[in-house]
């Protein structure tokens, strides 16, 4: 027997399903500017002509761009509005990096570090930040081998959290917060963490998905043997 579809009220997985946000209800969320919101819908179709030909984002997403990509990403800023020096690690489609320099574009002293391993990601990165004039570097290198001095570090579906504080360590050692979106296993995530780091870390729930957290990283000790 085939199981039953579920309601349409509800996800796959039985939660509540989060109702697709518009540009103007990202606008009323996040405080954007019509000059944001005219960079964000320029980065959005950007997004949606690369992605036929790159696999950036799921193509299943991006009818919900502005809840799961776009406020996703800008929610971060809540979290440290006096932040100006930000890195992204694993920046891949510009999640949350671009997004963050859109909205800090025009702040004094606003920056992003976008580092990506993938060339092809990183011309993609390149071309949205030299579009928009954004203020943003795209490096294309591995994080940990990067001599960067930032205030926030911050990744989303880069790693699990054990391997992702391996790339974030010279930047929390420097000084940084790490501010990480995860999904709903993030306990999981944070326990196994535990088994090779000594860190201190809370959980802040996502203001975009009900099942979404934001690990916060405040002290990253030494590694542990395992």
Not at 62 to 81: C, E, G
Not at 166 to 177: E, V
Request: glycine share 8%; with cysteine; aromatic share 6%.
């Amino acid at each position: 027997m085939s199981a039953a579809a579920p309601p349409p009220d509800l996800a796959e997985n039985g939660a509540p399903a989060v109702p697709l946000m518009d540009a103007a209800g990202f606008q009323a969320v996040s405080g954007a500017t019509p000059a944001q919101m005219a960079d964000l819908e320029r980065f959005r179709l950007m997004l949606a002509e690369r992605n036929e030909v790159m696999n950036l984002v799921g193509p299943a997403s991006l009818p919900d761009f502005w809840s799961r990509h776009a406020w996703d990403s800008a929610q971060l800023l809540k979290l440290a509005p006096q932040a100006r020096a930000w890195a992204d690690l694993g920046a891949g489609a510009g999640l949350p990096g671009l997004v963050l320099a859109i909205l800090g574009k025009g702040v004094i002293g606003f920056h992003v570090d976008l580092v990506e391993s993938m060339t092809k990601r990183c011309k993609f990165l390149s071309e949205v930040v030299a579009e928009l004039q954004l203020p943003a570097t795209v490096h294309n290198a591995r994080a940990e081998n990067l001599d960067l001095t930032v205030e926030i570090v911050t990744a989303r579906a880069c790693a699990p959290l054990h391997r992702l504080l391996g790339y974030a360590r010279p930047y929390l050692q420097g000084g940084a917060t790490g501010l990480f979106l995860k999904g709903q296993d993030v306990v999981a995530e944070m326990k196994e963490a535990a088994r090779y780091w000594e860190y201190e870390a809370d959980v802040v729930p996502s203001k975009s998905d009900p099942r979404g957290r934001i690990v916060r990283v405040k002290r990253l000790g030494r590694a542990r043997k395992v």
